[in-house]
DNA sequence: TTGATATTTCAACTGTCATTGAAATATTAC
DNA sequence: GTAATATTTCAATGACAGTTGAAATATCAA
C-alpha cells in the first residue's frame, strides 16, 4: 500500500459521520446494506449520506451494487486490514512492539494466527 | 479509547507531511528529535511545520520539551498502539479475521506476544 | 547588550469540507 | 402511462485546512 492510499483512507474514516457509516456496514457484513437503511440508522439526510459514502468508495472503503432502486453499499474488509499493517509497518518503525507495550494484554487482533 | 479521540488521531494522520513528520518521529525514537531537523528532513518551512506539529500535538500523538532553544518532539508510541487497537477492535466487527485473510501470511505486528 | 539561532505567532489567501434544500434520475407498482 | 420509492445531483453556504510571508519571542554566544 503506498502512502497516498493510506492518507485517502485515513480521511475517508477520519469523519464521525463516515467512521459510523464504516463500521454500521462492517457489522452488516460481506452482504451490506441498502443507503436507505444507513440513512435510518444513523439519522442522516439521504443526500449527506450520499457525499459520505462516495468519500468511503474513493477510498476502496465500500463497494456498491443496485439491487432494484435500493443501492447496497458494503466495507471492503482488505482496505481496512491494509490500512492496519500500512500503520505498524511504516508507523512502528518495523518493530510493533514500539506502538504495543509488553505490559498490555493480548487484544482481540493477536487472535489471528 | 473513544471515537472521538480515534477521530482526531485519524485526522491528524489524514495529512501527507503529517504522516511523514510522524513517521520521522517514530524513526527518531524515544528521544525525540529537534523541529529545526524535521523541518530540514522533510523540507518544510518552520512555520508550516509549528502547523501541522500542533495538530499531531492536540490529537495526542507527539509530545514536546524544550532543549536550550530547540523544540525537541518526539512519537508517543501508545497513541498509535491505541488507534490501531480501536480499528481492529471497532471496525473489524470485533473478528479481526474479518480483516485479515487466511491467505494471507503473518504480519510483522503478529511477532509481538 | 548585541547579534545570531530556533521556533512560534499572526494575518491573508485559496481551496476543500460538510451541511442544507431543491431538483433530477432510476426503478418499481398500479 | 402516472404515481410512489430510493437515491443521486446540483447549487449555495459557512467553516475549517494548509500555505506563505512578515514579525515576534525565546535562548544562547560573544
Known amino acids: 500500500m503506498k502512502k497516498q492510499d493510506a492518507v485517502a483512507i485515513l480521511a475517508a474514516l477520519a469523519q464521525d459521520n463516515r467512521l459510523d457509516v464504516f463500521r454500521l456496514l462492517v457489522e452488516a457484513g460481506p452482504e451490506g446494506m441498502p443507503a436507505g437503511h444507513i440513512a435510518h440508522s444513523l439519522k442522516l439526510q439521504p443526500n449527506a449520506l450520499t457525499f459520505h459514502l462516495d468519500r468511503l468508495r474513493q477510498a476502496d472503503l465500500v463497494t456498491v451494487r443496485r439491487d432494484g432502486r435500493s443501492m447496497i ?41
Chains 1, 2 share one sequence.
Open 73 to 113: 453499499y458494503a466495507a471492503r474488509y482488505e482496505a481496512m486490514d491494509a490500512l492496519v499493517s500500512y500503520l505498524t509497518d511504516h508507523c512502528c518503525q518495523g518493530r510493533p512492539e514500539l506502538c504495543a507495550p509488553a505490559a498490555k494484554p493480548a487484544r482481540s487482533r493477536d487472535k489471528v494466527r
